[in-house]
């Protein structure tokens, strides 16, 4: 059984104060650039800003519509509404605080009571709940955080100005990065069957091998960005495209509509510019080697680029600095990796009825488990 405990509460708490505040680091940021005449960054981040919170509040909506109940259409349209105006991720919080105030607080007398029964059908609400929060939270970190990491990654690098601003930003990018895949982490382990608690070990290692491959990555593109825009800029659209294209392969059907399924397709491209999604339930120890295994040579092949297109740069300290941490991070995350999917990753993602379903193909579509939206993103 599914639990919501009051720790659970505290971090959803947590993650609404979070979320604002993010949100008024992002505008106060932007305006800053703005004030001081750098249009262009100011901009580049409102940007960044509109795209990740329209395709977030598209999919809150979706979401909502597909899970609406009775003749009732009003409600629906006043929500409609909310979300046009960019705030339908607030009525998820609320909903989200008072399932989960009704789950934490509520003391189950029966722990072999079935799903239908009250104490267990208010878990079962907290934890969806919580669970569509996490999934947009995803969706925003990587069409909005982790892009914003980068445009203030390489600022630093290419000006070396440095001010508070600047540093709150960079602050608030690596938090919404480390909370959203923990949570998104937190909510794998309670939506998929017979699997074990997500402890304080396993989520500080997949922490870190998310963070310091996440970094390594950025400082990468950044070490090129400030070589050549041009290829940085060729170098990222490529990488979506092969992203974009791992997705159309797999077949995915995440969302009931194709319009919405192509969009949801188009944001995995752009989360696997930075970091391994994996979209389908089925084993991807090759997958991941190859992703990674890409991304070290890239990173190497950029720094020996460096070393024989601008052999003086090297001899500059923000060089050596950014050249270390990169290395670094990149062999570190990479350790934590091996040791977070050698012993304390899920080891099956879906049931076997619904494995023996896949590999049968499309004879075995209608016949496949029913499962819930997260296990469909997860394994889709």
């Not at 091996?338 to 993602?349: L, M």
Request: with cysteine.
């Amino acid at each position: 059984i599914m639990k919501f405990t009051k720790q659970n509460l505290i971090f959803l708490a947590g993650g609404i104060i979070i979320y604002v505040v993010d949100t008024g680091v992002d505008f106060w940021v932007a305006c800053k650039y703005l004030s001081q005449g750098q249009y262009h960054w100011g901009i580049l981040i409102l940007c960044f800003r509109s795209l990740s919170s329209l395709v977030t509040e598209i999919f809150s909506y979706e979401w909502f519509k597909n899970d609406w109940e009775g003749p009732d259409t009003g409600k629906l349209k006043w929500i409609f509404l909310v979300h046009l105006f960019q705030c339908g991720i607030f009525i998820r919080y609320w909903f989200a605080l008072k399932y989960g105030c009704q789950a934490a607080f509520k003391k189950n007398n029966s722990e072999d009571a079935s799903e239908t029964d009250p104490p267990n059908f208010i878990q079962r609400q907290a934890v969806d709940v919580v669970t569509d929060i996490n999934m947009l939270r995803v969706f925003k970190t990587f069409l909005e955080t982790t892009p914003q990491l980068f445009v203030q990654i390489y600022i630093l690098m290419k000006h070396g100005t440095y001010n508070f601003c600047q540093y709150a930003a960079l602050i608030m990018s690596f938090c919404g990065i480390s909370i959203s895949t923990v949570d998104y982490q937190i909510s794998l382990r309670k939506s998929l069957p017979d699997k074990d608690e997500f402890r304080l070990l396993p989520k500080l290692v997949y922490l870190f091998y998310k963070l310091l491959t996440i970094t390594s990555w950025i400082l990468s593109i950044s070490l090129i960005t400030l070589l050549s825009v041009r290829s940085s800029v060729i170098l990222l659209i490529f990488l979506w495209i092969c992203g974009f294209s791992w997705t159309l392969k797999q077949h995915t059907t995440f969302c009931k509509s194709k319009k919405m399924e192509y969009l949801y397709r188009t944001v995995v491209g752009i989360i696997l510019m930075f970091t391994f999604f994996n979209i389908k339930g089925r084993k991807t120890k090759l997958c991941i080697f190859i992703y990674y295994a890409t991304h070290t040579i890239v990173t190497l092949s950029i720094l020996f680029v460096y070393m024989f297109w601008k052999p003086s740069i090297i001899k500059e300290i923000h060089f050596t600095i950014v050249s270390i941490l990169t290395v670094f991070s990149l062999v570190l995350g990479i350790i934590f990796l091996i040791v977070y999917y050698r012993h304390f990753h899920p080891t099956a993602y879906c049931r076997p009825q619904a494995c023996s379903d896949e590999a049968d193909g499309e004879s075995g579509q209608k016949d496949r488990v029913e499962t819930d939206r997260f296990q469909n993103f997860i394994m889709q």
